[in-house]
């Protein structure tokens, strides 16, 4: 007799957007900006509309596509911050396992106290 095929288990995923986890998402796509454009996240997203930001002499999204001459001055940023950013990003995802597990307790009892009714089960801190 024939051994009984296994089905495939599908990759689990998360059935909620968290909060924590953004936030560390924002932390790292501002290293990437700071260290390759030279501005921050929203400012290279936006451009010039942001309010209250200034870019200085930071490239943004819309110059990268206007001026396409400027991927060269954003490599050479990078080679030129790669060793800071290696740094700021172990830094980071180091800070991340530490604040999630010093806040793994509170965290849970906020999103089953406060934020689960309120919000659903879609959105958790």
Do not use: C, H, W
């Not at 309010?51 to 001026?67: D, W």
């Not at 001459?69 to 740094?87: K, Q």
């Not at 597990?101 to 934020?115: E, H």
């Amino acid at each position: 007799m024939a051994a009984r095929r296994k089905t495939k288990r599908s990759p689990r995923r998360q059935k909620s957007f968290s909060l924590t986890n953004a936030v560390f998402s924002v932390g790292y796509a501002s290293i990437l900006t700071n260290g390759i454009f030279k501005t921050n996240a929203p400012q290279f997203l936006l451009g010039d509309v942001v309010s209250g930001i200034s870019s200085g002499s930071g490239i943004s999204l819309k110059e990268l596509i206007g001026r396409p001459e400027l991927l060269n001055a954003a490599a050479s940023n990078a080679v030129a911050a790669l060793p800071m950013m290696v740094v700021q990003s172990v830094g980071l995802s180091v800070s991340e396992k530490i604040f999630k597990k010093l806040m793994a307790m509170p965290l849970r009892r906020i999103n089953s106290g406060l934020v689960k009714p309120l919000l659903g089960s879609g959105i958790k801190i």
